[in-house]
Structures are given as C-alpha cells and as structure tokens.
C-alpha cells in the first residue's frame, strides 16, 4: 500500500526586530569618550607648548645685550655708572662701545662696560643670520674723535663727574684733555662712561 506523501510548507521564522533608544548610561559611555579624547588633546597641546617653552628659555639663555642693542629700531635709555643717562636711538654698536644719537645732530659714544641699566629694549630671540658686531675699540672710537677734529666734547665719567673739553689726543689706557680755561688734565679710559659730540655726522 503506498501512501502519497504531501508538501509541507515550512514556515518561516519572524525575525523580530527592535527600536532601542540611547539611555543614560549609553550617554555616560558617550561622555566618557568625549573627556578622554578632550584629555589626549590638552596633553599633547601643553607637551607642544611645554617644548617650545622650553627651545625659547634656551634661546633666551644665550642672548646678550648687544644683540639687543643692534636689533633695537626704538628710542633707549642708558643709565651708567656715575649717574650719567643718555637717550636717543642706536646708530652704531661694537664689542666695547654704543653710539646713540640725539636731536640736533648730537651723538653719544658710550662704554658697554659702564652701563647699568637699559630701558625701552625689546629683546627677541637670537637668530643665526644676525649680523656681527664691528670689533673696534672704545680707544679706536676716541681716537677717531681726535682725528676728525670734532671739538669740545662732554665727558661723563663713573665717578659722576662731568666735563666739557677738548680731547688733545688717545693714550694706551688714558685721555689728555683741556678745559675750556686750557688747563690739560689726564682721565683713565675705563673711567670714562660716555662721551657726547655736539655735532657730528654718523653712519647708520
């Protein structure tokens, strides 16, 4: 005896299907990722800034004031031993001496090693491509006086006096001067601070 066999649907398995919504704590998961990522990015920032911080405290460290000087496009104030005080605006510079230079065409050498005090210097980082620093001598610079026959000059030394005169010629480590009266006098180079001429054309 045969039976007939007959199809069999199989049914079809429902798959269900959800909506979820975002709760508390998917939003406290959430947050936590935001601070983290927000954390990694400070820390890198102030290891940027805390290296760049540091490259410029070491370029800073191995500045001098001449560099200053030389770089300066302002008007500065020179205070020096002595009380001498001297402002004007920075046309020449070597290793030993600054020239300033002041209205009416007056000029005023003054001897880096006198100085005290430097107001109105805007210091920037040293570069590699500034220029080098004439290598004349303060007693170069007097001498050059002498020889361009500039006149009375004013001459202030450490010891806060302060004399008009005329500069008769340059020693190794003095100056003879006269007076207005004519009376010669010698001053020790290293005691001069500044001397000031009336007039003179200056390069710069």
Request: aromatic letters at 4%; proline letters at 1%.
């Amino acid at each position: 005896m045969e039976f007939p066999q007959q199809a069999v649907t199989k049914p079809v398995d429902v798959l269900s299907c959800t909506t979820r919504t975002i709760g508390d704590a998917d939003c406290r998961v959430a947050h936590v990722w935001e601070s983290a990522e927000a954390s990694l990015q400070t820390e890198l920032s102030q290891d940027v800034l805390a290296q760049a911080s540091a490259i410029a405290d070491a370029e800073r460290a191995r500045s001098r004031m001449r560099e200053g000087l030389r770089e300066s496009s302002v008007e500065v104030q020179i205070s020096c031993l002595g009380g001498a005080m001297i402002k004007g605006a920075v046309v020449d510079l070597s290793h030993q001496w600054v020239l300033i230079a002041h209205d009416n065409r007056r000029v005023t050498g003054v001897q880096f090693s006198t100085v005290v005090r430097i107001v109105g210097l805007d210091h920037r980082l040293p570069t590699e491509a500034s220029q080098s620093v004439d290598l004349s001598t303060w007693t170069h610079w007097l001498r050059s006086l002498v020889e361009q026959q500039v006149g009375t000059v004013q001459i202030a030394c450490v010891d806060g006096r302060i004399t008009r005169a005329l500069i008769c010629y340059v020693a190794a480590d003095f100056i003879r001067i006269a007076d207005e009266n004519g009376k010669e006098s010698d001053v020790m180079l290293h005691a001069i601070s500044a001397v000031t001429v009336m007039s003179m054309r200056h390069s710069g």
